[in-house]
């Protein structure tokens, strides 16, 4: 037999044992119906057009911080920006750790067991 009969004869075979693994296998059940909702979604989501997706919203901070003038929006629609902090901290994006001291964790006993007498060990 060739390769692609003895896949055919194969197929038959797994297709002619699916309605009794349905029936008496619950393993087979579940694996099956999660197998069918994940190739739902997928093809959905292949299906979906690029034009219904969009990007997400840009941060606060990256967008002009003004707020609208007040003759053009009544004034329980107007917002403002929160203030900025003065004092920036020592580690931020951007900025050299130059000045910054690091000082080790202090000591735990995390993990160890305690000694012979049952009591920890300091």
């Given at each position: 037999?060739t ?84 004092a ?29 007498a ?5």
């Amino acid at each position: 037999m060739t390769a692609v009969a003895v896949t055919r004869t194969w197929l038959r075979r797994m297709a002619a044992a699916v309605p009794a693994a349905w029936h008496y296998d619950p393993v087979f059940r579940w694996a099956a119906i999660g197998a069918g909702i994940a190739l739902a979604m997928l093809v959905l989501r292949l299906a979906a057009s690029p034009a219904l997706r969009q990007p997400p919203p840009l941060p606060a901070s990256a967008g002009s911080a003004k707020p609208a003038p007040a003759s053009d929006v009544p004034a329980a629609r107007s917002w403002s920006v929160p203030p900025l902090p003065t004092a920036m901290p020592k580690i931020a994006p951007g900025r050299s750790l130059a000045g910054v001291t690091v000082t080790p964790a202090p000591p735990d006993r995390f993990g160890t067991a305690p000694g012979a007498a049952g009591k920890e060990q300091p």
